[in-house]
């Protein structure tokens, strides 16, 4: 009730030195400190993200070298006479800053990132300094400077770094095998240390948080980074997206229970002009419900939970330096728009995110149930968006003041086709639009051509992960795409197919053509790494594989399956 962190009673002068004191909460007063008759020192200390600060009765708090919340002083420089940070003018920026109406939770991550002010800002005044180390181990006084708080900045991180949910015990994410357990360790890593420019990510299934906080989302707020999933488990093996699904789910609370998911899944947000790439591949975006009414600040970005379930790209200036690769967004809600994707900036100038073999489906918004651009222009190759639901319009793409570029594209099968407002003009080329009919730019009619998907879900049904979106043979969509607007990095499709069969390159972002030279397939689900199913040795683990390469494969005749469970939902 008083005093949410610390009450110091009847003259208790304690001296607080190099704490952090953030996500606690009083249901009256104090809550980070409640002061009762007491003069307690606070020295290289922070006191930020309570839901309030110092509460003091017949008492005085001595404040040197500190960030506390609301303290504001009357000089003119950025620090007062002791040495002290304004609250009301600098966030110490948190890892991972927790709502402190949550408390009690362990949840939260009080390491600062690369560009906190509280960086050497404290005082090394022997005194002052009680510890060689920090609360995480490493060295607390580096080149004559020290920190405020409980950790110090520091970092020897690799640039590249692991993730393996497989793991029994999370290690430092410096290789296989000593990999993070949790992809959002692994973010809090990249953040502080800017050298860290590549998480390569085990299959497996990946949560932003395992409390109850809706609000919580993977998160992106630097360039020069890249996301890549696929991987086997250990690291042992070759990287396959179809082999090996790497899923960042949004079910983060009671299991397949979605009213209390998070409202957003992954969040790249607030890149500068000058931010480096992003890159994003080889993952699936499952399960998020934007479905709030209030917002979130995000990398300084103001971001509502009523948008972008799965993936949120908002107000980055990087233009087509964010790249969505071998990515499949499915399952996904927002109560107002852009349910699967939500993609906007501040302004529609410069160019926008690029998405390359992506697929976009059973995802459902009131608008834009698979994609909403907001005065922004994405370019979409070799994408597929299908199966999604718009309440009112844009069950595939919503643009506003929004002119996307299509190729190789299909977008089919949605409760309706693009919705455009403003001045929206979407550019369209080589590509199959429902509700499209010219074919002009060599586009397919889309009022009188189907892509003849394996199975395209009912979009009424939508947010689902259900539906194959490969295509039966002799589909019209097979060989109708330019090679020329293929860059040179996407060699494989998002079944990790050779991307080009026969020539020319299919629209969507799977490959027709069967690369088997067997007839047979086995399946076994007693091993413990899939195979490529030519053999009883180097069987497929699920039916589902062997059934995906075998509807494009009309010369594989026989499916032989060992005993065990199979189930429609593996992959």
């Given at each position: 009730?008083?005093?949410?962190?610390?009450?110091?009673?009847?003259?208790?002068?304690?001296?607080?030195?190099?704490?952090?004191?953030?996500?606690?909460?009083?249901?009256?007063?104090?809550?980070?400190?409640?002061?009762?008759?007491?003069?307690?020192?606070?020295?290289?200390?922070?006191?930020?993200?309570?839901?309030?600060?110092?509460?003091?009765?017949?008492?005085?708090?001595?404040?040197?070298?500190?960030?506390?919340?609301?303290?504001?002083?009357?000089?003119?420089?950025?620090?007062?006479?002791?040495?002290?940070?304004?609250?009301?003018?600098?966030?110490?920026?948190?890892?991972?800053?927790?709502?402190?109406?949550?408390?009690?939770?362990?949840?939260?991550?009080?390491?600062?990132?690369?560009?906190?002010?509280?960086?050497?800002?404290?005082?090394?005044?022997?005194?002052?300094?009680?510890?060689?180390?920090?609360?995480?181990?490493?060295?607390?006084?580096?080149?004559?400077?020290?920190?405020?708080?409980?950790?110090?900045?520091?970092?020897?991180?690799?640039?590249?770094?692991?993730?393996?949910?497989?793991?029994?015990?999370?290690?430092?994410?410096?290789?296989?095998?000593?990999?993070?357990k949790n992809l959002t360790d692994a973010l809090a890593l990249a953040q502080s240390c800017i050298q860290v420019n590549t998480i390569l990510i085990a299959q497996g299934t990946y949560y932003p948080n395992f409390q109850s906080d809706r609000t919580a989302s993977f998160v992106i707020s630097r360039g020069n980074l890249r996301l890549i999933?696929?991987?086997?488990?250990?690291?042992?093996?070759?990287?396959?997206?179809?082999?090996?699904?790497?899923?960042?789910?949004?079910?983060?609370?009671?299991?397949?229970?979605?009213?209390?998911?998070?409202?957003?899944?992954?969040?790249?947000?607030?890149?500068?002009?000058?931010?480096?790439?992003?890159?994003?591949?080889?993952?699936?975006?499952?399960?998020?419900?934007?479905?709030?009414?209030?917002?979130?600040?995000?990398?300084?970005?103001?971001?509502?939970?009523?948008?972008?379930?799965?993936?949120?790209?908002?107000?980055?200036?990087?233009?087509?330096?964010?790249?969505?690769?071998?990515?499949?967004?499915?399952?996904?809600?927002?109560?107002?728009?852009?349910?699967?994707?939500?993609?906007?900036?501040?302004?529609?100038?410069?160019?926008?995110?690029?998405?390359?073999?992506?697929?976009?489906?059973?995802?459902?918004?009131?608008?834009?149930?698979?994609?909403?651009?907001?005065?922004?222009?994405?370019?979409?190759?070799?994408?597929?968006?299908?199966?999604?639901?718009?309440?009112?319009?844009?069950?595939?793409?919503?643009?506003?003041?929004?002119?996307?570029?299509?190729?190789?594209?299909?977008?089919?099968?949605?409760?309706?086709?693009?919705?455009?407002?403003?001045?929206?003009?979407?550019?369209?080329?080589?590509?199959?639009?429902?509700?499209?009919?010219?074919?002009?730019?060599?586009?397919?009619?889309?009022?009188?051509?189907?892509?003849?998907?394996?199975?395209?879900?009912?979009?009424?049904?939508?947010?689902?992960?259900?539906?194959?979106?490969?295509?039966?043979?002799?589909?019209?969509?097979?060989?109708?795409?330019?090679?020329?607007?293929?860059?040179?990095?996407?060699?494989?499709?998002?079944?990790?197919?050779?991307?080009?069969?026969?020539?020319?390159?299919?629209?969507?972002?799977?490959?027709?053509?069967?690369?088997?030279?067997?007839?047979?397939?086995?399946?076994?689900?007693?091993?413990?790494?899939?195979?490529?199913?030519?053999?009883?040795?180097?069987?497929?683990?699920?039916?589902?594989?062997?059934?995906?390469?075998?509807?494009?494969?009309?010369?594989?005749?026989?499916?032989?399956?060992?005993?065990?469970?199979?189930?429609?939902?593996?992959?």
């Amino acid at each position: 009730n008083y005093g949410g962190a610390m009450g110091n009673i009847a003259s208790s002068n304690t001296r607080i030195v190099n704490s952090t004191f953030s996500g606690n909460r009083a249901g009256q007063s104090g809550g980070a400190i409640r002061n009762s008759t007491s003069t307690p020192t606070l020295i290289n200390s922070i006191i930020y993200g309570n839901n309030s600060a110092i509460s003091n009765n017949t008492s005085t708090t001595s404040i040197s070298y500190s960030l506390v919340q609301d303290f504001s002083g009357t000089s003119s420089g950025n620090t007062d006479v002791s040495g002290n940070l304004y609250g009301t003018m600098y966030n110490p920026l948190f890892i991972y800053e927790i709502n402190p109406n949550l408390a009690p939770t362990l949840a939260g991550d009080f390491k600062v990132n690369l560009i906190s002010p509280i960086i050497n800002e404290g005082t090394t005044v022997a005194e002052n300094t009680i510890s060689s180390v920090d609360l995480g181990g490493n060295i607390r006084i580096s080149d004559g400077k020290i920190d405020m708080g409980a950790y110090e900045n520091f970092c020897d991180a690799p640039t590249t770094i692991y993730v393996d949910n497989s793991r029994t015990v999370s290690g430092n994410g410096y290789s296989w095998s000593d990999a993070f357990k949790n992809l959002t360790d692994a973010l809090a890593l990249a953040q502080s240390c800017i050298q860290v420019n590549t998480i390569l990510i085990a299959q497996g299934t990946y949560y932003p948080n395992f409390q109850s906080d809706r609000t919580a989302s993977f998160v992106i707020s630097r360039g020069n980074l890249r996301l890549i999933g696929g991987y086997p488990n250990g690291g042992i093996g070759e990287r396959n997206v179809l082999t090996h699904p790497t899923i960042l789910s949004g079910d983060i609370g009671l299991k397949n229970t979605h009213t209390d998911n998070s409202y957003h899944v992954l969040v790249v947000a607030g890149l500068g002009t000058a931010a480096d790439s992003v890159v994003i591949d080889g993952v699936k975006i499952f399960w998020g419900r934007a479905d709030g009414g209030g917002s979130k600040i995000i990398n300084g970005q103001t971001i509502a939970q009523n948008l972008g379930g799965g993936l949120v790209l908002f107000n980055n200036q990087n233009g087509s330096k964010v790249q969505v690769r071998n990515t499949e967004v499915s399952d996904n809600y927002a109560s107002d728009i852009g349910a699967g994707i939500y993609l906007q900036s501040v302004t529609n100038a410069s160019p926008s995110s690029t998405f390359y073999n992506c697929l976009i489906s059973g995802n459902h918004a009131n608008y834009g149930g698979g994609m909403a651009n907001v005065t922004t222009s994405p370019t979409l190759v070799n994408t597929t968006i299908a199966g999604n639901r718009a309440g009112n319009i844009g069950g595939g793409i919503r643009n506003s003041n929004a002119n996307p570029i299509i190729k190789n594209t299909i977008l089919y099968g949605n409760t309706n086709g693009i919705s455009n407002a403003g001045s929206s003009i979407p550019i369209v080329q080589y590509s199959l639009i429902q509700g499209l009919t010219s074919t002009l730019n060599n586009n397919l009619n889309g009022d009188i051509t189907s892509p003849n998907f394996n199975y395209l879900t009912d979009p009424s049904i939508a947010p689902t992960i259900s539906g194959d979106y490969q295509v039966l043979s002799g589909s019209p969509i097979i060989d109708r795409g330019n090679n020329s607007y293929l860059p040179s990095f996407i060699h494989q499709d998002l079944n990790s197919k050779t991307r080009v069969y026969n020539n020319t390159v299919d629209l969507g972002p799977y490959e027709s053509g069967c690369e088997a030279s067997f007839t047979t397939l086995y399946v076994d689900s007693s091993i413990s790494v899939s195979g490529e199913g030519s053999t009883w040795v180097k069987a497929f683990k699920t039916l589902n594989e062997a059934l995906i390469l075998a509807n494009s494969c009309k010369d594989i005749k026989e499916i032989k399956i060992a005993k065990g469970t199979y189930y429609p939902t593996e992959l």
